[in-house]
Structures are given as C-alpha cells and as structure tokens.
C-alpha cells in the first residue's frame, strides 16, 4: 500500500514564524501535491511538483513556498505564518502510472496565533 | 471553467436506511470523476472513480455512483447505512484538458448515521 506521511499531526506557530511542513511517500512517485483544507471549500491546491526540484503553483500559492530535493519529499513552507494560514494541510502524491488517484497523508492541523 | 457543486453540506440518515450524496459537476468535455471519504483525523480515501468506461461505478465499503452526463451529476449512493460511514465526502473531478493532474473538489458533503 501507498503510505504518505506527515511529520506533524498538530502544529501550532506564532504570528511571523516560519513553518515547516514535511511530506513523505514511499512509492516512487513522481508527483507530489500539497493542499489546504477549509470548512466549506473543500481542498485548494497550493503547489504541486512533478519531479525532483520541479514545482508548479497550485490556485493559493500566494504566502507559501515548497521544495523538492528528493524525490520522495516534498515540503511545504510559510515564510512568515500569519492568522489567516490556520488550516488544515494534506500531502497527497501520485504516480505517472495507474490512474488518476490521488494519495492522501493524515493532515497536518496548523494553527497560527 | 470546470466545477463541481455539492448539493448538501450536511446529511442525517438513519443506520439501515440508503443514503444519496449528490454531485452535480460542469465541464465542457466529459471528466474523470472521483468520490473521496474523510474519516475524522484520518486522510483522504479514494471510494470509487469514473474514467468514461460503465456509467454506473462500484467502490469500497457499498457505495457506488452513476455518472449522467445529461444531467451533469454524479450522485454516491449506498443501500443501507452503517455507522461507520459517518464521515466527510468529497466529489471531484479531474479536468479532461490540463497540464497536470489537477483535480477539483466540491465543498464536502458530512454525513451523519444515527442509530
């Protein structure tokens, strides 16, 4: 089975902290995507990067960067966390083959003061 | 511009009755399509996905949905409720033209069973 992983479950910064997220997939994949999750609008995307040091804008980029070094992680970062930033954050990868679908980490729940 | 409308937030249903979750999507072109569960505290699981083959689609733990292209939907059912399918559902769907895997999510549907 496909396992994504995240290295928080709850997280909780102040106001101009800069936070890291990590994701991590054990199955070679070669896309790996980073959400938000809001009551009410479902999951945005944010980033995705489909290779090593590749990345792409998602629809809310705007406040966060990502890095890819290895293939298998794929990291989240807010330069300067701010209130509106409170979410909950999934991880989800994919590879080239097999289909459409998707797989999701558990959620890291980040709450910024 | 492709979307996906969920026609619920919420859902009671009583354990033993069906449920019906409804999902009305617009795309110019025929989409892939995907139900999602989320548990509480736990990630996304894929419950079954259309990729134009059969209209009507078989997932995990019941469920299924049919994709009607004439009325745009894609609606998740299940005959008899259990309560441990109170969870949260999403409907998606994937864009037939893009650049890249994205996929679009509808808002959430949270079911609930009551006993």
């Known amino acids: 089975d496909v396992k994504v992983t995240q290295s928080s479950r709850y997280l909780v910064k102040r106001t101009g902290e800069k936070v890291f997220l990590e994701c991590v997939q054990d199955m070679d994949h070669e896309n790996m995507f980073w959400y938000r999750q809001d009551p009410g609008l479902g999951l945005r995307l944010i980033y995705f990067?489909?290779?090593?040091?590749?990345?792409e804008k998602g629809d809310i980029p705007e406040g966060y960067s990502v890095s890819r070094e290895k293939k298998e992680r794929f990291s989240l970062i807010l330069e300067s966390a701010s209130t509106n930033q409170t979410s909950m954050y999934l991880c989800a990868s994919k590879g080239v083959a097999g289909g459409n679908e998707q797989f999701f980490g558990p959620g890291t729940r980040l709450t910024v003061l | 511009a492709q979307s996906v409308t969920q026609l619920d937030s919420h859902v009671s249903v009583s354990e033993g009755t069906p449920v019906l979750l409804r999902c009305n999507y617009s795309s110019s072109y025929s989409p892939s399509l995907f139900w999602y569960v989320q548990h509480p505290n736990k990630g996304l699981q894929l419950l079954l996905k259309y990729t134009s083959a059969a209209t009507l689609v078989k997932g995990i733990n019941g469920f299924e949905a049919e994709f009607k292209k004439s009325e745009t939907s894609f609606h998740l059912t299940k005959p008899s409720a259990h309560m441990s399918d109170a969870a949260e559902y999403f409907c998606v769907v994937r864009p037939p033209l893009g650049g890249y895997n994205k996929l679009i999510f509808g808002a959430g549907t949270r079911l609930a069973v009551h006993p």
């Open positions: 990067s489909y290779d090593v040091k590749m990345k």
